[in-house]
């Protein structure tokens, strides 16, 4: 068990999408470790946050500003290969998701669905397997 919360990064643009991601992280029951979440609007600002603070993960929104396709996912990864990274997306962008799985991020997370619901467990599960 952790000694201190797990810090998420979440990198999304869009301040409705990132106050959703922040209520899905907050859900489920409250315990001693819970999730310390900081907000990136754009990967140039996240990779700087990413280099200079401790982030145990991070969540990702493959349509940023000025990024395009699995960029975003490419360049976290050089910084920090071994962090766990979950996506974010949009409808549209499934498949786009689906092959950064298999390039090695966690999950995938089509924004809005229910399956956000399950956000902070795969958070959760990320975390674990990386220990």
Do not use: N, W
């Amino acid at each position: 068990m952790r000694k201190r919360p797990a810090r998420v990064l979440v990198i999304e643009s869009d301040e409705d999408d990132a106050a959703l991601i922040d209520s899905y992280l907050a859900g489920g029951p409250s315990s001693e470790d819970d999730l310390h979440v900081a907000h990136a609007p754009r990967l140039s600002s996240a990779c700087h946050l990413i280099e200079s603070q401790g982030f145990d993960a991070v969540l990702l929104d493959l349509a940023l500003p000025q990024t395009v396709g699995l960029d975003g996912f490419h360049k976290i990864r050089a910084i920090r290969p071994s962090m766990p990274v979950i996506i974010l997306t949009g409808k549209k962008d499934e498949q786009l998701a689906a092959r950064a799985v298999k390039l090695g991020a966690q999950d995938y997370f089509i924004k809005g669905s229910p399956d956000c619901l399950l956000l902070k467990r795969a958070v959760r599960y990320a975390l674990e397997k990386k220990l």
